[in-house]
Each structure stands twice: as structure tokens, then as C-alpha cells.
């Protein structure tokens, strides 16, 4: 199909095109729209204005495809006040997409080509603008300790696959809005806020993890978080859960009836010092395929009792600790654990209390 399309923008300047399109064969066209709407309109603006979808012969369908693909994503950081950071980094971008981040400080229009602040330079909001010509964000904001909050203005691009260590160790964020997150390709999401310390909540109901492999160290040393809303979460692709609550000191609630740990050979000190977790349902977990389950429940001194009666560790070459310092736990089902390892069962228990390693042995003895 081709169309002429000639209309005029704010300024009354004519913006003319005489590209084809037909099922985004051409993309320029849904350009020329972006730019028209100086990128600061929602998909609201394209759905409900019949008029201009006629005079462009162009669908919403059409502009939420070039959405997903093309458009920009935008970000606003905003920074601990009244605190100068000499040459701290704010942003991590490699020199081969350096051309693809447009940076602005404050309410500046002018666009800035560096990722650091300047000696003495105190900056209250950056505006971060990100091209499509992107697909990892890997790291993006890894160990930027000057931000307090990250807020995702537009995100409606679904070909980001990695976000393994993105906010790792933004040790001053306390507010992290994700209402806008688009993941529904992402595969890594390893160590993704880990060492967020200062971050008391975290909404992730928009996320989407149906094709999430690795979260690993997920949420580690996110100290201040009590409760995790995660009981949307598909995990059925997902194969490493190592240190994934790893140090949540201050976690209290965590519904994981709805995991699907099929896949998970990898469980490694997943629930490391969750000191105020008083209960845990993790009956439904499959464990046929995990070899490590090293210091799994260490120091979770809140426990009182544990159901582990489905657990299969036949695959299991490492339990060394998986029980150490839970002294509060009073019942744990271990009816189908498999312990080979004299040395490795007792420190496995070490710690628990007097009646309970009593009865593992118990149990243990029985199973032989």
C-alpha cells in the first residue's frame, strides 16, 4: 500500500512523507509519528484518535508493533541530596552504545556525553533517553551509589534480553519504580538487585518471567525488604536459583507455592541468612535435578518447621551446612532425604537444636 501523508507539527512546519507501508515493511512512517508527538504522548494518543489513525491508514495494532521494537525507552534517576560525587559514575555504557544513550541533567535540553558527574557537580535529576539499537542492560546502573531513585517513564520495547546485575550494589536506592518494565524476553536476571540495601519494597507485578533461565542472587543483600510478591512468577525455564534470597535479613513473607523448580540444578545458599522468615512452603519444590544445595537454609533462625518430605537429593553431591544455626527449627520432614556423607551430615545440622539433630539421626539411621 502507499500512502502520502502530509501533516504539520507544533511549530507549523510541514512534515511530509512518501514511504510505503504494509505490515511495517517500512518502519520510517511510525518514525515520523514518534517525532510528531515529540515522544511524550502514551499509546492512549494513537488509540483513541480515530482521525489521525484514517489520515495515516495506520492501526493502534501497527503503532504497538513499532512500540515494542523501536520507540525509546526513558528513564529518570534522581540523586542522594546535598552529597558531591567526584567522577562517580551514574551509568555504565560500553564506548560501542555510548551513541545510543541521550543523557540530560536536570531540566537541560542540552545532551550530555558523559556517564560521570565532575568534581563538585551536584545534579538533582538525570533524564536518560535509550535507542532500540540496545538489547542488554547488563549492569546498567552496577555499583552507581549516588542514586536514590530510578523510575521507568516509558518502556514499552520487549527485545531487552539481559538484565543480569543491573542495579547491582545501588547500595543509596530507595525507591525503584518498575510499574513500566517490560520483560517479557528477558532470559538472565541474575544478581539483578543485589545489594540494593536501602530498598524497603519492590513492586514486580509486571513482571514477566516466562523465559527467565538464570536468578541467581536475584534479590541477594536486599537487607531492608520484607516482603517479596512474587507468587506470579513462572519459573519453568529457569535452571540456577543459587543465593537467590541470599542475605534478606529482614524478610518475613515469601510465597514460592506457585515455583516451578523442574528445571533447577542450582540451589546453593538460596535462603542464607533469612534471619525473620518464620515459615516457608516449599513443599511443592521438584528437586530431581539440583546438585547443590550447600548452606540452604543456613541461619534461617526464625524457622520452627520445614517440609521437606518431597525432595528428592539423589542428584545431591553438596549439603555441607543446609541446616546450620536454624535453632528455632522443631519439626523438619526429611523422610525422602538421601545422606551419604557422615562428615558433611553433621555440620549439615550444626546448630539446630539438641532434640531435633536426635531425631534426624533418628531418621537417618532408619533410611540406611
Known amino acids: ?195 540494593c540495601t536501602k530498598l524497603k519494597e519492590l513492586n514486580l507485578s509486571n513482571f514477566n518471567t516466562n523465559n527467565v533461565t538464570n536468578m541467581s542472587g536475584m534479590f541477594a543483600g536486599c537487607t531492608s525488604i520484607k516482603e517479596l510478591n512474587i507468587n506470579h512468577f513462572i519459573t519453568d525455564k529457569v535452571n540456577d536459583m543459587n543465593c537467590m534470597f541470599h542475605r534478606c535479613l529482614s524478610l518475613t513473607h515469601l510465597n514460592l507455592s506457585n515455583f516451578n523448580t523442574n528445571n533447577v540444578t542450582n540451589m546453593n545458599s538460596m535462603f542464607f541468612k533469612c534471619l525473620k522468615l518464620k515459615e516457608l512452603n516449599i513443599s511443592n519444590f521438584n528437586t530431581e535435578k539440583v546438585t547443590i544445595m550447600s548452606y540452604m537454609f543456613f541461619e534461617c533462625s526464625s524457622l520452627t518447621e520445614l517440609n521437606l518430605s518431597n525432595f528428592n537429593t539423589n542428584n545431591v553431591t553438596k549439603m555441607s551446612g543446609m541446616f546450620k544455626g536454624c535453632k528455632k527449627l522443631k519439626e523438619l520432614n526429611l523422610s525422602n532425604l538421601n545422606i551419604n556423607n557422615e562428615n558433611e551430615f553433621e555440620y549439615m545440622i550444626d546448630g539446630c537444636s539438641d532434640e531435633l539433630k536426635k531425631k534426624i539421626k533418628e531418621l537417618r539411621i532408619k533410611n540406611l
Request: a positive charge; aromatic letters at 16%; hydrophobic letters at 35%.
Open 1 to 195: 500500500m502507499n500512502s502520502g501523508i502530509n501533516f504539520k507539527d507544533d511549530n507549523s512546519k510541514q512534515v511530509k512523507s512518501k514511504v510505503a507501508f504494509d505490515n511495517l515493511k517500512n518502519k520510517y512512517i511510525l518514525q515520523i509519528i514518534f517525532d510528531y508527538m515529540k515522544k511524550n504522548k502514551s499509546l492512549k494518543f494513537m488509540k483513541y484518535n480515530k482521525q489521525l489513525q484514517n489520515r495515516l491508514n495506520l492501526s493502534i495494532r501497527d503503532y504497538k508493533d513499532y512500540s515494542e521494537l523501536y520507540s525509546p525507552i526513558e528513564i529518570e534517576l534522581k540523586f542522594v541530596e546535598n552529597e558531591h560525587y567526584k567522577y562517580e559514575k551514574f551509568i555504565n555504557i560500553s564506548d560501542k552504545d555510548n551513541d545510543y544513550y541521550h543523557i540530560y541533567f536536570d531540566n537541560s535540553n542540552q545532551e550530555i556525553k558523559r556517564t560521570y558527574f565532575e568534581e563538585e557537580e551536584n545534579v538533582s535529576t538525570i533524564k536518560i533517553i535509550i535507542d532500540s539499537q540496545i538489547k542488554s542492560f547488563k549492569e546498567l546502573f552496577k555499583d552507581s551509589k549516588s542514586i536514590s531513585s530510578i523510575s521507568f517513564k516509558k518502556f514499552y520495547r520487549i527485545d531487552i534480553t539481559n538484565m543480569s546485575g543491573m542495579f547491582f550494589l545501588c547500595s543509596s536506592l530507595k525507591e525503584l519504580n518498575l510499574s513500566n518494565f517490560n520483560t517479557n524476553n528477558v532470559v538472565d536476571m541474575s544478581w539483578m538487585f543485589d545489594g
